[in-house]
């Protein structure tokens, strides 16, 4: 039996979280993408989305670079230190 299992990349972690905008900032390690499949985990933090919104300073962006550090509208509640991977191709086993 052949079994789909995703890649993951590590693109940095949630430096704060605003509850009630439900937005999340997070400092980048590697490039993100509006579109791009991502994956936040922490110790009790297991939130997956594709990302529709990102911000720099109230401005909405499409691509955002290491370095930077974003505003993410996220699907779930997500606390500092979370990380937070980008889902790539599947591989086969």
């Not at 779930?76 to 191709?89: L, T």
Request: hydrophobic residues 40%; aromatic residues 4%; negative net charge.
């Amino acid at each position: 039996m052949i079994k789909l299992e995703p890649e993951y990349e590590k693109v940095g972690r949630i430096t704060h979280f605003f509850p009630k905008a439900g937005v999340a900032v997070l400092e980048l390690s590697a490039p993100l993408n509006n579109g791009d499949k991502i994956i936040i985990r922490g110790s009790t933090t297991n939130v997956e989305q594709t990302i529709e919104s990102m911000e720099i300073e109230h401005e909405q962006i499409s691509t955002a670079s290491a370095g930077q550090s974003v505003g993410l509208k996220v699907a779930g509640r997500v606390r500092e230190n979370d990380i937070v991977y980008k889902v790539r191709s599947m591989t086969m086993l």
